[in-house]
């Protein structure tokens, strides 16, 4: 005999959430799920978060913001990333405008696809305002040369914290800075630093795929009459003062900047914390929520401090 509706109600409510791994599932329209230890939603158009009016009502101050897995969030709830909480920091000002700021970030991204998905979702909310946030190894395209080794970063992380626990404040001090201060100096080879070097500085044919990326972004931006920010999501690695991710970081700011996008750091926000204290697990150096908060907090002061324009001109009505 068939159950009754009411006991099929309740074993559907019961049920747990669907896991949701393949870009396919994170972008299902009306998705509600478990990602990465977190919960995920769609709206109807395959982004995180809510729904969004199209055409956008007046009064609005509409901000999409195009990414990775950084952006998107991922290991963090909807609410906890810094697309949110960017959001949340400027409505906090009260008056007008209203601020909506879109997340259309997605995990596994290069510049060439964040732009794809830019192009055919975000464009369509007419953004105010477009912040592409920039990950390392969003340079990883047809060109791009591997080298890293299958344990390289647990091996960086034991080197960098090997005397984290010592009684010795000299050790838990100057060691870490000395790691950096070597990486610094000459990556070692097989490490990650080395392979993020070697793409943007010694790799002519993966940096230009990715100044064609800029070059695509500033095109956009000038066809659609918007404003674009190039938000550079800082490595959470040896956040010491050798940081030695900050030429690479200085090298896409020239580069955008020499395009005419702005750029805002996220580098300055993080320096002096503890690393792991920022990452969503040991084996996952996604930011986590604390981290999120710091990368909000750079990019709301990075936007206040940018050409009145980027922030000052009120949404259409």
Not at 220 to 225: I, K, N, Q
Request: proline share 6%; charged share 25%; aromatic share 10%.
């Amino acid at each position: 005999m068939a159950p009754r509706r009411d006991e099929t109600d309740r074993v559907r409510a019961h049920r747990p959430p669907p896991q949701l791994e393949t870009l396919r599932e994170l972008t299902t329209p009306n998705v509600h799920g478990i990602h990465n230890g977190a919960f995920y939603r769609t709206n109807s158009h395959g982004f995180r978060g809510p729904e969004y009016a199209i055409p956008k009502p007046a009064g609005v101050f509409r901000i999409v913001i195009a990414g990775d897995s950084v952006t998107m969030g991922t290991g963090v709830r909807e609410e906890q990333a810094y697309a949110h909480l960017l959001e949340e920091d400027l409505n906090a000002r009260g008056g007008a405008p209203r601020y909506e700021v879109l997340n259309i970030g997605l995990n596994g991204l290069d510049i060439r696809q964040v732009l794809d998905r830019l192009e055919l979702v975000g464009l369509d909310f007419d953004p105010d305002l477009v912040i592409y946030g920039c990950t390392l190894n969003d340079i990883n395209g047809p060109a791009y040369r591997k080298s890293m080794g299958p344990n390289s970063r647990l091996e960086q992380l034991g080197r960098y914290t090997r005397f984290a626990e010592s009684r010795s404040y000299l050790l838990r001090v100057v060691w870490p800075r000395w790691e950096s201060l070597v990486d610094l100096v000459h990556a070692r080879s097989g490490t990650y630093l080395y392979e993020v070097r070697d793409n943007y500085f010694d790799n002519p044919r993966a940096w230009n795929d990715f100044t064609r990326g800029l070059d695509r972004l500033a095109h956009l931006a000038a066809e659609h009459h918007v404003p674009a920010v190039v938000f550079i999501h800082a490595s959470l690695e040896y956040l010491n003062v050798f940081h030695p991710y900050r030429a690479v970081y200085a090298r896409i700011a020239a580069a955008a900047e020499a395009r005419g996008l702005a750029t805002v750091q996220s580098f300055p926000a993080v320096r002096g914390r503890e690393e792991t204290s920022l990452w969503v697990s040991l084996l996952d150096a996604h930011p986590n929520a604390a981290g999120h908060r710091l990368f909000a907090r750079a990019l709301v002061d990075g936007l206040t401090h940018l050409r009145p324009s980027v922030l000052g001109r009120a949404a259409a009505p």
